[in-house]
């Protein structure tokens, strides 16, 4: 059974940090650039940052720039999404997705092969 799954959500106040994790079950991550998307109640779900396969490129959408930071550690199968300086405006379902190739497609949803459940961020006083 091949899967993602997403942790490390929950509910932080603004300006406060929260590290998400992805990690790859029944295939391995290395031949993977990985994704993290984000999707809002009412909203269509948004490219927020992506990482080549072997960690060396990465992509960011301008409204994280600065704040986020994503990396993977191949040796663990596993992505992460570093997230600083959270604003109301962070607040969505998170999910990381995997996109078979070495660079990354950029956020085109359906380019992506294998999607996680999602974690919930909730940034608020």
């Known amino acids: 059974q091949l899967q993602l799954v997403e942790s490390g959500g929950g509910l932080v106040q603004p300006g406060g940090s929260l590290r998400l994790s992805c990690a790859a079950f029944?295939?391995?991550?290395?031949?993977?650039?990985v994704g993290w998307f984000r999707q809002a109640p009412g909203k269509e779900r948004e490219g927020v940052s992506c990482?080549?396969?072997?960690?060396?490129?990465?992509d960011y959408v301008d409204s994280v720039k600065g704040r986020f930071t994503i990396s993977r550690d191949n040796a663990k199968n596993l992505v992460y999404l570093q997230m600083n300086s959270l604003k109301p405006e962070d607040t969505a379902v998170y999910y990381c997705a995997a996109d078979f190739g070495h660079y990354c497609s950029g956020f085109v949803v359906y380019e992506y092969d294998y999607w996680g459940q999602g974690t919930q961020v909730t940034v608020s006083s």
């Open positions: 029944g295939f391995t991550l290395d031949s993977y650039a």
């Open positions: 990482i080549s396969s072997s960690g060396s490129n990465t």
